[in-house]
């Protein structure tokens, strides 16, 4: 809440009360099953005591806070609001995922870090707004992201933090020093970075690269862009944004209109 305090923001809270449609067997092809009003009416009853008990332990004052209780999964429900309410900034609570899960399920966080038409900031535990002082950008040195980059721009001039330029050195994308420092520091006029510093680092892969430098280096926010992959080709691909997100302790802002 404090960044949002600090934002002079709007926050809504959102939650999704998913209750799975049942389907009468009875019937040829299945006949949807009413449910009785009161349930749902009790669903959101406990909605609203949890929303009462969360706002009073979090010791929230001075901040415009509301719920939104909708009858969707999660997903939908956070796409469906960021469209209705043009959201500026979706804030996400995460505790990764691994193993067989992450590759064919992923979490909650990691979908709408994919799909999300709004920056997402995906958070293992949420660090005081003044301690956010260096933020890390990996990055493939792209001219053509004016969007996210402005975006990465608005961040750092609201945290008053050093924008950290990554670029990380793997087999099959090898850059000699000289064309990397050539490369990094054009980045920078292209886009008139301030405050900012450039790093070139190699390492067998670029999730590797990005978690080693953010723990080397005291790094307290990573900002990075992403892309809606999907299906076979996030299977055999993947998503550096969505690994790191999974797999790193600090905070991870992600913006896919690149």
């Known amino acids: 809440m404090e960044m949002v305090a600090r934002a002079k923001a709007e926050v809504v809270v959102l939650h999704a009360a998913y209750v ?11 006949t949807p099953l009413a449910y009785d009003i009161s349930f ?6 406990d909605t609203k005591r949890g929303y009462e008990k969360m706002k009073n332990e979090s010791g929230v004052r001075g901040v415009s806070v509301s719920l ?20 500026d900034l979706i804030i996400m609570g995460t505790s990764g995922a691994s193993g067989i899960r992450e590759v064919f399920i992923g979490s909650n966080t990691e979908k709408i870090v994919r799909f999300a038409q709004a920056p997402v900031l995906a958070v293992h535990k949420a660090p005081p707004v003044s301690s956010i002082k260096k933020i890390l950008l990996p990055t493939t040195l792209r001219l053509d992201q004016t969007d996210f980059m402005n975006k990465v721009k608005e961040l750092q001039e609201f945290f008053g933090a050093t924008l950290h330029v990554l670029l990380v050195n793997t087999a099959s994308h090898f850059r000699t020093d000289k064309d990397a420092v050539a490369a990094l520091e054009e980045f920078a006029k292209h ?5 900012h510093t450039l790093h070139f680092k190699s390492y067998d892969n670029e ?4 978690i080693d430098f953010t723990y080397k280096e005291g790094i307290d ?9 999907k299906g076979l080709a996030r299977l055999f691909t993947g998503s550096i944004t969505e690994d790191v997100v999974n797999h790193i302790s600090a905070p991870v802002w992600t913006y896919n209109k690149i």
């Not at 939104?68 to 959201?87: E, G, P």
């Not at 999730?207 to 990005?210: A, L, M, R, S, T």
Request: proline residues 4%.
């Open 207 to 210: 999730e590797d690269g990005i």
């Open 40 to 45: 749902l009416n009790r669903i959101e009853e």
């Open 191 to 195: 886009y008139h970075l301030k405050n």
């Open 221 to 229: 926010l990573i900002a990075m862009a992403t892309h809606a992959r």
């Open 68 to 87: 939104d209780i909708v009858h969707d999964n999660l997903i939908s429900a956070i796409q469906h609001h960021v469209d209705r309410k043009q959201t």
């Open 20 to 30: 799975p449609v049942l389907y009468d067997p009875g019937y040829a092809g299945g």
